[in-house]
């Protein structure tokens, strides 16, 4: 059995059943968590097609390996697995310990061999889907903190993860770009792109518009003053990737603008 297969079976094991009557929160948490299992599912077998070459080189991450990219992977899982741990009892679990024991795990773990790396990455992935189906329909209500977003309820927290994993499925430069991404994932994407650009210093001012699968259009400014500035526009998965700063902008219409660095 493969990696990839292996994962599969543990996942439709702890697969979050739907209650017969289920909250708002609930609704978003179960159908966020089947994305993710599907985001997974993409991931292992990607991960589990690269050798040790390609893991250790580069990532389109400045500064990161592969195996940077894939311990990432795991230690947000496990992370993200400290909130649903604060949603669930009440009692605080931050995400990290801190910047810096987040960073030296990453480097630890970058240095494994291929298999101590899957079975990391497999390892983690389960943990968060085994906290996600021990959850009460209630605590998916609970408040908990994340180091950037700040205040958010606990059932954003799986759509914390399909983000995560797509985007970094995406900087594993292994044949995946943003136009793979599920389409109907795109819209939310780019609005948690462009909020992460509200009220920071050196935000360019300027107003983007984004073309999706479907046809559809949308628009956003960047900063206060952007709706009479210039206009940047293309395909959602460019304009996606313009604004997360693995694309240089250059498939948009329009003249992008250098944007401060993707936290």
């Given at each position: 059995?493969?990696?990839?297969?292996?994962?599969?079976?543990?996942?439709?094991?702890?697969?979050?059943?739907?209650?017969?009557?289920?909250?708002?929160?609930?609704?978003?948490?179960?159908?966020?968590?089947?994305?993710?299992?599907?985001?997974?599912?993409?991931?292992?077998?990607?991960?589990?097609?690269?050798?040790l070459a390609a893991l250790r080189g580069p990532s389109l991450l400045p500064g990161w390996s592969r195996a940077h990219v894939v311990t990432h992977l795991a230690r947000n899982a496990d992370a993200l697995v400290n909130l649903l741990?604060?949603?669930?009892?009440?009692?605080?679990?931050?995400?990290?310990?801190?910047?810096?024991?987040?960073?030296?795990?990453?480097?630890?773990?970058?240095?494994?061999?291929?298999?101590?790396?899957?079975?990391?990455?497999?390892?983690?992935?389960?943990?968060?889907?085994?906290?996600?189906?021990?959850?009460?329909?209630?605590?998916?209500?609970?408040?908990?903190?994340?180091?950037?977003?700040?205040?958010?309820?606990?059932?954003?927290?799986?759509?914390?993860?399909?983000?995560?994993?797509?985007?970094?499925?995406?900087?594993?430069?292994?044949?995946?770009?943003?136009?793979?991404?599920?389409?109907?994932?795109?819209?939310?994407?780019?609005?948690?792109?462009?909020?992460?650009?509200?009220?920071?210093?050196?935000?360019?001012?300027?107003?983007?518009?984004?073309?999706?699968?479907?046809?559809?259009?949308?628009?956003?400014?960047?900063?206060?003053?952007?709706?009479?500035?210039?206009?940047?526009?293309?395909?959602?998965?460019?304009?996606?990737?313009?604004?997360?700063?693995?694309?240089?902008?250059?498939?948009?219409?329009g003249t992008a603008p250098t944007l401060p660095k993707w936290l």
């Open positions: 059995m493969s990696f990839a297969d292996a994962a599969q079976v543990r996942s439709d094991r702890t697969s979050v059943p739907a209650p017969r009557e289920q909250s708002a929160a609930v609704q978003h948490a179960v159908a966020w968590l089947a994305e993710v299992e599907r985001a997974t599912r993409t991931l292992y077998e990607v991960v589990g097609a690269i050798d741990t604060w949603a669930k009892t009440g009692v605080e679990h931050q995400m990290y310990p801190s910047a810096a024991d987040r960073d030296a795990d990453i480097a630890e773990g970058a240095g494994r061999l291929p298999q101590l790396l899957r079975a990391d990455l497999d390892a983690a992935c389960q943990r968060f889907a085994t906290a996600a189906a021990e959850l009460p329909p209630t605590a998916w209500e609970a408040e908990v903190v994340h180091p950037r977003s700040g205040a958010l309820p606990a059932y954003r927290v799986p759509w914390l993860r399909l983000r995560e994993v797509w985007f970094h499925l995406v900087d594993l430069d292994r044949g995946i770009g943003f136009e793979d991404l599920p389409a109907e994932l795109l819209e939310g994407f780019l609005e948690d792109a462009v909020a992460q650009y509200t009220g920071r210093p050196g935000v360019p001012s300027v107003r983007v518009e984004a073309v999706f699968p479907d046809g559809r259009q949308r628009s956003w400014a960047l900063t206060a003053d952007s709706e009479t500035s210039p206009t940047v526009n293309g395909a959602a998965a460019d304009v996606l990737g313009w604004l997360t700063g693995r694309q240089s902008g250059a498939r948009l219409n």
